[in-house]
């Protein structure tokens, strides 16, 4: 049994017998190796049931609006993406950070199943224990040892936040990561390189494989309006036709929405049906934001107003071209 | 039984593309989708799964029913002209066709859909069966025989090694077969001989499926012990409420009608809709149905519950799309179990 | 006499007229628009304007919306940045159409279509001259066929 399985089993028996929370919100098995399933558990018999490997992918924060209506304290287990998703929702006042209490595990990296499919390396799969840069894939007809950046999910590739930051407890030891150099920006600029038309050439058609399932909004921490404006049919709000003018009404608006906000957990894209790059529009904005008004930091401080509610007496003004006078 | 050599295949694409719009199961940047057949399609008959069901080609996620122009106080309404052309798709699995029968027993009684009509019997139905089982697979538990023809079929076909075994099954599907005569031949005694052991085989491995057990005739409480259950406030608690499980499921067929509104004129549209999101019910008086749980539970419900009190069948085919594409792993097979349907 | 005219109209009717849309905020940019009008300054008549409280009440979504139904150009004109009615509102009109803007080129939109001014009560000038630069940059791009709601019929 993983030791990191066994940690967060006897912080939740510890904080839940006490009554310290209400319910822990975790990670449980499901019918296949590769699913660890979100799990709430308010019982302390139903704990063995928790558990930490390197599939524990989603973002469980987004539960604790539904969640806290129900009972008053909950405890939580959080990765460092999911951390920053969380003082995201903290800081749109959608949680009260006084009914948390954050469970910090440091996360290496998840392992993504397609990948694993796509090599045909799920036959047989018993278990998989993953060690810095190296992955270690149990299964019936023998051990097989894999590079990790080959197998981890897209999102975890360039993680910058392995570690959470914020947290009441932290379960694991503090991890480096060794991100090679690469251009967090590098798709980014490629597709700015573009000409116009070949630009409109690919998002046109990236969105048009949207099947509007809104699994992107859902799952995103940030997304987490009461009523969303895409849940509003008037006329000429939004649009329930599949057109391709509603579809990028859609992505565009909804990344419009985010903006400033966006924690870039890659979340968005891992989720999509249809595997639309969703994350290079939300990461256009965050590089434009980092170069227009500075670092960009959604999700690491909750006392701080995002970019896009503040405003400078002497921001950069692109569209200043004649100064005053007649 | 005739057969054809996959080293033919694109002559046998050329020929049906003159008389019929062609559609295959072509790889697209990874993600595999019935598109029109073009010289440079990458068509892919491995992969057990579509990315979205073939159920768009009679169902489409976007139909408008009639334009409207309004002149002063002249209201003009126009119906749109009848799509003409023959389609034909090659490859629908056999879980697919039979979510196509599902999807007939409800837009084919009366009063009948008209348009769901015209585009049924505008299209050919070349159906591929599974020599091997995914994981994510449980078309046994509906007595769904992947080797064997539903009804509707026009072909049946069998990919085994180099060949594709062609079986006819209905008269169109004979007059397809007379326009290629020239390009199948017929299955010697040896190729009959390798059909049987691929289905003895085939046996063998769906035994070992992880979803084998998967029975919901053993789902025998009552409609009201059902839907009152203490189950449903479990495992409804991590769904998110998206619409990705019903829009890629084959069976799924809820829709909306709106009206698109261009100023002087506009049209009147059906889509696609999920049970899932939080206004599917809402009617002029409210929504019965506020929070996820209920929706969540409406929707199992209906596919196991209702829709078999109505017509008889279960309204799943156990394709697995829903397994695969769930972000938080939620699908009916868990539900099923939940609620008892589980051969120990 | 006859026959002139029935060339002229046809000519007429292959000349491309663009349409550009104008969201110009009530208390600067239209009031600039009227004293344009007043002093007989020269500006195209195929702008719409929409008159909005203020420059920042312009939600992309009307910008998006605009490209859909028809629109070749969009103008978004307020008052200066410290000048605002409202205090503080273009201070966010400017950040958010700063992100905003190059979202749109980043899609493909040309970024001579979308157009965001700051234009006071006094500047008949100003507007005059905007309107009729973005009325030539968007006849020589030519009618905007991105974006486009294909169920929109002029």
Redesign the interface.
């Known amino acids: 049994m993983e030791e990191i399985t066994l940690k967060t089993r006897e912080i939740a028996y510890k904080d839940l017998s006490t009554g310290k929370v209400d319910r822990v919100i975790g990670f449980a098995k499901g019918d296949f190796i590769y699913e660890s399933n979100p799990t709430f558990i308010s019982d302390i018999d139903e704990l063995d049931a928790l558990v930490w490997d390197s599939f524990c992918v989603n973002n469980l924060s987004k539960y604790l609006i539904n969640e806290l209506k129900d009972v008053k304290k909950i405890g939580i287990f959080l990765k460092g993406c999911d951390s920053l998703g969380f003082n995201q929702l903290v800081q749109d006042n959608k949680v009260d950070s006084d009914n948390v209490l954050v469970y910090g595990v440091p996360c290496e990296g998840m392992v993504d199943p397609n990948k694993l499919k796509k090599d045909n390396l799920l036959k047989g799969l018993i278990d998989i224990k993953r060690s810095g840069e190296k992955i270690l894939l149990i299964t019936k007809q023998g051990d097989k040892e894999l590079k990790a950046k080959e197998y981890e999910y897209d999102k975890c590739i360039n993680c910058k936040h392995p570690n959470p930051v914020v947290y009441s407890e932290l379960l694991g030891d503090y991890i480096t990561r060794n991100n090679n150099v690469v251009d967090d920006f590098q798709e980014i600029k490629e597709i700015e390189a573009m000409n116009s038309e070949e630009r409109f050439d690919y998002w046109s058609k990236q969105f048009s494989k949207c099947i509007r399932c809104y699994a992107c909004r859902n799952i995103c921490p940030v997304c987490s309006c009461d009523k969303c404006i895409f849940e509003n049919y008037e006329p000429g709000i939004s649009g329930k036709g599949k057109v391709d003018s509603e579809d990028q009404f859609f992505h565009i608006i909804r990344a419009y929405h985010v903006a400033g906000r966006c924690v870039d957990c890659g979340e968005c894209s891992r989720v999509c049906p249809e595997g639309i790059s969703i994350d290079k529009l939300n990461r256009k904005i965050i590089k434009d934001i980092t170069e227009i008004y500075g670092e960009y930091d959604a999700g690491l401080n909750t006392s701080k107003s995002s970019v896009l509610v503040n405003y400078e007496l002497e921001d950069f003004d692109p569209f200043e071209s004649i100064k005053g006078g007649k | 039984m005739k057969k054809i050599t996959l080293d033919k295949l694109s002559e046998l694409y050329i020929r049906i593309s003159q008389e019929y719009d062609l559609f295959v199961p072509s790889d697209e ?3 595999v989708s019935f598109t029109p057949w073009k010289d440079d399609s990458n068509v892919d008959f491995d992969v057990l799964k579509t ?2 069901s073939p159920k768009s080609f009679i169902f489409p ?2 139909e408008t029913l009639f334009n409207f122009k309004s002149e002063g106080k002249k209201l003009s309404i126009e119906r749109l002209k009848n799509d003409e052309n023959k389609f034909l798709i090659f490859g629908v699995r056999p879980c697919d066709v039979k979510a196509f029968h599902l999807l007939d027993n409800v837009f084919l009684r009366e009063p009948m859909d008209r348009l769901y009509e015209e585009k049924r019997n505008r299209g050919t139905i070349i159906s591929m069966g599974c020599i091997e089982p995914e ?1 994510t697979c449980f078309c046994n538990s509906f007595n769904i025989d992947p080797l064997c023809a539903q009804k509707g079929v026009d072909v049946f076909t069998l990919k085994i090694k180099n060949n594709i075994f062609w079986k006819v099954e209905t008269q169109k599907g004979r007059d397809l077969t007379v326009m290629l005569s020239g390009l199948l031949e017929e299955a010697s005694e040896d190729d009959l001989k390798e059909i049987e052991l691929v289905k003895e085989s085939l046996n063998s491995k769906l035994e070992e499926l ?2 084998f057990n998967i029975d919901p005739q053993k789902i025998d409480r009552s409609l009201i012990e059902l839907f009152e259950s203490n189950v449903w406030d ?1 495992i409804s ?2 769904c ?5 499980c ?3 499921c084959p069976t799924c067929h809820c829709y ?1 009608i ?10 009147r ?1 059906r ?4 049970c899932m ?3 599917f019910t809402l009617m002029a008086h409210g929504n019965p149905r506020t929070t ?1 749980k209920e929706r969540f539970r409406q929707r199992f419900m209906h596919k196991l519950v209702y829709y078999p009190n109505n017509f008889n069948e279960y309204a799943c085919v156990g394709c697995g799309r829903c ?1 695969e ?1 769930c ?4 699908n009916i ?2 539900v099923i179990r939940e609620l008892g349907g589980e051969n120990k | 006499m006859f026959l002139e005219s029935k060339e002229e109209v046809i000519i007429e009717k292959e000349e491309f007229k663009p349409l550009i849309v104008a969201f110009c905020c009530n208390w600067c940019s239209y009031a600039g628009a009227d004293l344009a009008g007043t002093s007989r300054q020269n500006y195209p008549a195929n702008i719409r304007i929409i008159k909005v409280p203020c420059s920042c009440r312009v939600n992309p979504n009307f910008v998006l919306r605009a490209f859909q139904n028809g629109a070749d150009g969009v103008v978004i004109a307020g008052c200066h940045p410290g000048d605002c009615h409202y205090s503080t509102g273009n201070y966010f009109t400017r950040r958010r159409l700063t992100i905003f803007t190059n979202l749109l080129d980043y899609i493909g939109i040309e970024r001579e279509r979308l157009k965001v001014d700051w234009i006071s009560a006094a500047e008949a000038n100003k507007f005059a001259s905007v309107m009729n630069e973005v009325l030539e940059k968007v006849h020589k791009l030519g009618p905007n066929r991105k974006l486009r709601d294909v169920r929109w019929k002029r």
């Open positions: 940047e990874g993600v990315n979205l996620q976007c994981d992880p979803y479990e608690k991590s998110l409420g998206c619409g990705s019903t829009y890629v909306d709106q009206d698109y509104d261009g100023g002087k004129g506009g049209e549209f889509c696609w809709d999920s999101y939080s206004d996820q397994v594409k972000p938080v792993n939620m097979v868990k």
